[in-house]
């Protein structure tokens, strides 16, 4: 049964509140020895308000931190565990038990008895995050989407205050991380489903599965990494069924407003980050549509645990440590990806300013940290974040693949590329620059046998892009297909 909830669960979503402790964080504040960037893992985290009939997801979110001591002209900055503590707080919101009934059901869904307001790794609303290697967490908040202030409306985008102390109990750095949090699981909501006990009504009859005996957990016959449950094997894996019972909504839906049925949601709007607002990308892009999660899980991928990557768009200089999921990997000097980046979903410069207040803190926009001298005091010789070297991005790219024809090339004002058909189903045309950066993304329209693509020598802000050598990629059904071609002034 449950009780190893993994570090998968928390994420994000939230509302326009908390701005007041963010307001003493101006661009211009003077930086001290030492910095904290700290974050939600998620970017998104969905939980039941009512557990007496059936149960998804708990309360229970992450936090995560890393204290830098800032280098100097002869230091290099220094990520700390020792001599240090960091504690968290929700300013605003500090109790949970009022709000939701998970405690009155903990003892029959998941066999444990919790006091008031602690969740279920024995974390409450406020305490000390824990050292993990080069970062603290803090794993199994249980906080609501309900502020003390407002039990009526959702803030699904609050803002949790970070404080690392010195040994003498001293502050020394704080920052002000998104807890983000949402009920909008929507199986009524949506209009779809009558009720709860409808859902447990219509569910087969298979044994062990009463209707009537509840609360129902999903997760204690459908495996869920989320919640670490391993379930029964007859019963399969809880995406699994759920992505492939519902994929005829690909019949009549697609973008976010699909996924958006049970993630949250059409208030919530989780998908907030730079790749979805400032380059379009919907949850199809990087996940697939219903039909392709369930195919995925029954070919072998374990949910939760096997996820999307940068590098699958993205070139090396910018991937993921190997079979690591994002939000566990580390980048430049030992920072995590998700300390300069913010969560998947959430990724900076993000919709809601509570994402971007951070960055924004430390460097004075809201971009990934890429000021070095947030960090190093000075602007050391060498190379910063992805320190690509501009050699090798061809070679990386054009490796094992087919050749792709482009022509004219070198061309000036557009060219056409021939799409061979590697697979079924639709593909991606990316375009990348000597420094490994995606320049556009072209979908073409699916179809069969060979199809044509065109590049007008343009970012997908439709600004003309400078002369030089470009990459292409194309990927179908996991295989690629690539060239170059230069574009001249
Ligand atoms: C007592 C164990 C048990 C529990 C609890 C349980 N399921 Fe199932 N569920 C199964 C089994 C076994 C199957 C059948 C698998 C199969 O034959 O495809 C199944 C099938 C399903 C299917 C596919 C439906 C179909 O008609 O094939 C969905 C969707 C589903 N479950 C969702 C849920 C949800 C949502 C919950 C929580 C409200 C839940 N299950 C709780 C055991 C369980
Ligand atoms: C009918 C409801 C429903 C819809 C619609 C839906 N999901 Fe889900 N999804 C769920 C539930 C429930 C879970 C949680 C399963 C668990 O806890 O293991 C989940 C989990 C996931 C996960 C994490 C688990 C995994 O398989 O890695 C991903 C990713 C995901 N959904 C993507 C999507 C995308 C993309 C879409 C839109 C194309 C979508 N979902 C639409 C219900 C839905
Ligand atoms: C730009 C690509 C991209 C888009 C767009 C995207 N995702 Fe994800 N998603 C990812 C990546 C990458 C991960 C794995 C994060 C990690 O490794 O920590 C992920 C993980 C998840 C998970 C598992 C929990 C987690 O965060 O690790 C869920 C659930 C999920 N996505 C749902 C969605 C839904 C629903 C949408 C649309 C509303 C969506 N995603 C849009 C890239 C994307
Ligand atoms: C489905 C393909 C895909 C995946 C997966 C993907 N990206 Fe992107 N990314 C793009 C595209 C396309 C662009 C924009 C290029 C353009 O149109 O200018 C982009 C742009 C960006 C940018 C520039 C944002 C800006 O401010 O302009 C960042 C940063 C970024 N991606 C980070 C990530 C991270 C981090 C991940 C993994 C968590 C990721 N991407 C996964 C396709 C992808
Ligand atoms: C978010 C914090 C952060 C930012 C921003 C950052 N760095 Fe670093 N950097 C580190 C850390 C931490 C190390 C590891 C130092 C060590 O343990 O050796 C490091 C190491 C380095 C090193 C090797 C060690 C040294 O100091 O010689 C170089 C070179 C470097 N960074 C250059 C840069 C440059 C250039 C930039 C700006 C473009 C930059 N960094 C931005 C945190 C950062
Ligand atoms: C020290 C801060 C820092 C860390 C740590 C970091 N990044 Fe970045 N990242 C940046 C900055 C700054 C940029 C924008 C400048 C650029 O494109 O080189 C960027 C850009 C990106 C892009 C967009 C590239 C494009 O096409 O525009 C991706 C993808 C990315 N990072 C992925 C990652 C991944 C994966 C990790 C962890 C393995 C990571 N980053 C760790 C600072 C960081």
Same mark, same amino acid.
């Given at each position: ?28 504040q ?50 700390i ?12 919101n500090?109790?949970s ?22 969740g ?8 000390s ?17 309900w502020?003390?202030?407002d ?70 016959c459908h ?80 949910p ?20 690591t ?40 926009h ?10 190093? +005091?000075? /602007?050391?010789?060498?190379?910063? !974040?992805?320190?690509?070297?501009? #050699?090798? @991005?061809g070679?990386?790219?054009l =490796? &094992? ?34 420094? +490994?950066? /995606?320049?556009?993304?072209?979908? !073409?329209a699916?179809?069969?046998? #060979?199809? @044509?693509?065109?590049?007008?020598? =343009? &970012? ?24 170059r ?5």
């Amino acid at each position: 049964m449950p009780r190893r909830p993994l570090l998968l669960l928390a994420a994000a979503l939230a509302a326009a509140t908390a701005m007041a402790f963010t307001s003493g964080h101006s661009a211009t504040q003077t930086l001290g020895d030492t910095i904290v960037v700290a974050w939600n893992d998620l970017g998104m985290h969905c939980m039941n308000q009512t557990h007496a009939t059936l149960s998804i997801l708990p309360p229970f979110n992450n936090l995560m931190a890393q204290v830098i001591r800032r280098g100097d002209a002869t230091h290099a900055p220094q990520l700390i565990t020792q001599g240090v503590t960091v504690g968290y707080s929700v300013p605003g919101n500090t109790t949970s038990v009022t709000k939701t009934d998970f405690w009155a059901w903990a003892p029959s869904l998941f066999g444990v008895t919790l006091a008031p307001d602690v969740g279920l790794t024995g974390k409450s609303l406020s305490g000390s995050m824990d050292v993990s290697g080069a970062h603290f967490a803090a794993v199994g908040i249980p906080v609501t989407p309900w502020p003390d202030s407002d039990l009526v409306h959702e803030h699904p985008y609050q803002q949790a205050l970070v404080v690392a102390r010195d040994a003498q109990g001293l502050e020394i750095a704080r920052s002000t991380p998104t807890i983000p949090v949402s009920t909008e699981i929507n199986c009524g909501a949506s209009g779809c489903h009558r009720s709860e006990q409808a859902i447990l009504n219509s569910h087969p009859r298979v044994t062990g599965f009463d209707p009537n005996a509840k609360p129902v957990l999903c997760a204690k016959c459908h495996a869920d990494p989320a919640l670490g449950t391993t379930g029964k094997p007859e019963a399969g894996y809880f995406s699994l069924k759920m992505h492939d019972q519902h994929q005829f909504m690909d019949q009549t839906m697609s973008g976010t407003n699909e996924c958006y049925m049970c993630h949250p949601g059409p208030k919530t709007q989780c998908l907030r980050g730079a790749m979805n607002q400032l380059h379009g990308q919907q949850c199809q892009n990087c996940h697939g549509n219903m039909a392709a999660m369930a195919r995925g899980i029954e070919n072998g991928r374990i949910p939760w645990v096997q996820e999307p990557s940068c590098a699958s768009c993205h070139t090396a200089a910018y991937a993921e440590n190997p079979n690591t999921l994002f939000k566990l990997s580390t980048g430049h000097g030992g920072v995590m990806c998700e300390g300069c980046h913010n969560s998947t979903h959430a990724d900076v410069p993000s919709r809601q300013p509570e994402d971007n207040a951070n960055n924004i803190a430390l460097q004075g926009h809201a971009g990934p940290l890429g000021d070095c001298k947030v960090c190093h +005091g000075v /602007i050391p010789a060498g190379a910063g !974040p992805h320190g690509i070297t501009t #050699a090798g @991005v061809g070679d990386e790219l054009l =490796r &094992g693949t087919t050749a792709l024809h482009v022509s004219p090339d070198p061309m000036r004002s557009a060219c056409t590329i021939t799409l061979p058909r590697l697979g079924e189903g639709g593909g991606r045309l990316l375009v990348y620059d000597m420094q +490994g950066r /995606i320049v556009r993304m072209l979908e !073409p329209a699916q179809g069969h046998g #060979a199809r @044509v693509a065109t590049w007008d020598a =343009r &970012g997908r802000g439709g600004e003309r892009v400078l002369p030089g050598i470009y990459f292409m990629l194309w990927q179908q059904a996991g295989k690629r297909a690539a060239s170059r071609v230069t574009v001249l002034r």
